[in-house]
């Protein structure tokens, strides 16, 4: 309810993940790291305007350009409280 951690994507974010996975990244977008540990090349962008991360994909089973899920710290936090309500 209410707020959300998650962060708000600003309008160029929001235009990128409807691009084709050939168009290369809006300008406030910085590359952080490419993961190559999938069976496509994953490379992460972090932008300066909004502040969330977006991936670009060579794998055509996923999307071209999408925004990251949320970090795993955050991600591992939630299944400790969910845990502990159990
Ligand atoms: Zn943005």
Redesign the pocket.
């Given at each position: 309810m209410g707020l959300q951690a998650a962060a708000v994507?600003?309008?160029?974010?929001?235009l990128?993940i409807c691009k084709s996975r050939v168009q290369g990244p809006?300008a406030?977008?910085t590359e952080v790291k490419t993961d190559e540990s999938h069976p496509g090349r994953e490379t992460f962008f972090s932008?300066?305007?909004?502040?969330?991360t977006?991936i670009n994909s060579t794998d055509l089973a996923k999307q071209g350009w999408r925004q990251a899920p949320t970090t795993p710290a955050v991600t591992q936090l939630h299944k400790q409280r969910a845990a502990a309500h159990a």
């Amino acid at each position: 309810m209410g707020l959300q951690a998650a962060a708000v994507r600003c309008r160029a974010c929001q235009l990128q993940i409807c691009k084709s996975r050939v168009q290369g990244p809006h300008a406030g977008l910085t590359e952080v790291k490419t993961d190559e540990s999938h069976p496509g090349r994953e490379t992460f962008f972090s932008c300066q305007a909004c502040g969330i991360t977006l991936i670009n994909s060579t794998d055509l089973a996923k999307q071209g350009w999408r925004q990251a899920p949320t970090t795993p710290a955050v991600t591992q936090l939630h299944k400790q409280r969910a845990a502990a309500h159990a």
